[in-house]
T-cell receptor, first 115, second 114 residues
Framework: KAGVTQTPRYLIKTRGQQVTLSCSPISGHRSVSWYQQTPGQGLQFLFEYFSETQRNKGNFPGRFSGRQFSNSRSEMNVSTLELGDSALYLC??????????????FGPGTRLTVT | AQSVSQHNHHVILSEAASLELGCNYSYGGTVNLFWYVQYPGQHLQLLLKYFSGDPLVKGIKGFEAEFIKSKFSFNLRKPSVQWSDTAEYFCAVNEAYNTDKLIFGTGTRLQVFP
């Protein structure tokens, strides 16, 4: 079974631009979560989607947004990029609600560099 | 607000030494607990998890962790480390039942020398 895939793997953008990152969950998984990983702040939760609905949102500015499609694939968008947005963005998928489904599988991440 | 503390930021061991990494969390309700590992150049992988039942859980590659509810702790242990255990280890907490959201600790970098 294929794992979580994220595209692109690497991205370089300029301040003020916007960016869209994509995540394809493991087949059959319906829940997708996004995290930002930086050396200074560690791993921080961005948002969580299930059945195309945002179930939870982390403490990030409104420039960060996301969505989930009917096939469970998810995208996140960052508008008006700032230097501090440089990070590894990780996507994780799980089967969905329910205690047994709490095990999440992470993708390799998208390394975003803002110059 | 929930938080997770990992007290050891950088641990250096020789092969065959025993390992214990500390993890404490602050949350009064029911939680699920996880240890993830990130090997150099690889993505996060689940080492082990605790949902309920026996507080001593065993994971992959000989790792185990003990949940002590009264101490809000979930320490990771391995009796004899190998060079291949060199990696960064993250403790994470999830509020039971209603969300997949994970609160991560800051991570512990483990270096094992032959």
């Amino acid at each position: 079974k294929a794992g979580v895939t994220q595209t692109p793997r690497y991205l370089i953008k300029t301040r003020g631009q916007q960016v869209t990152l994509s995540c394809s969950p493991i087949s059959g998984h319906r829940s997708v979560s996004w995290y930002q990983q930086t050396p200074g702040q560690g791993l921080q939760f961005l948002f969580e989607y299930f059945s195309e609905t945002q179930r939870n949102k982390g403490n990030f500015p409104g420039r960060f947004s996301g969505r989930q499609f009917s096939n469970s694939r998810s995208e996140m968008n960052v508008s008006t990029l700032e230097l501090g947005d440089s990070a590894l963005y990780l996507c994780a998928s799980s089967q969905g609600p329910g205690l047994a489904a709490r095990e999440q599988y992470f993708g390799p991440g998208t390394r975003l560099t803002v110059t | 607000a929930q938080s997770v503390s990992q007290h050891n930021h950088h641990v250096i061991l020789s092969e065959a030494a025993s390992l214990e990494l500390g993890c404490n969390y602050s949350y009064g309700g029911t939680v699920n607990l996880f240890w993830y590992v990130q090997y150099p150049g690889q993505h996060l992988q689940l080492l082990l998890k605790y949902f309920s039942g026996d507080p001593l859980v065993k994971g992959i590659k000989g790792f185990e962790a003990e949940f002590i509810k009264s101490k809000f702790s979930f320490n990771l242990r391995k009796p004899s480390v190998q060079w291949s255990d060199t990696a960064e280890y993250f403790c994470a907490v999830n509020e039971a039942y209603n969300t997949d959201k994970l609160i991560f600790g800051t991570g512990t970098r483990l270096q094992v020398f032959p």
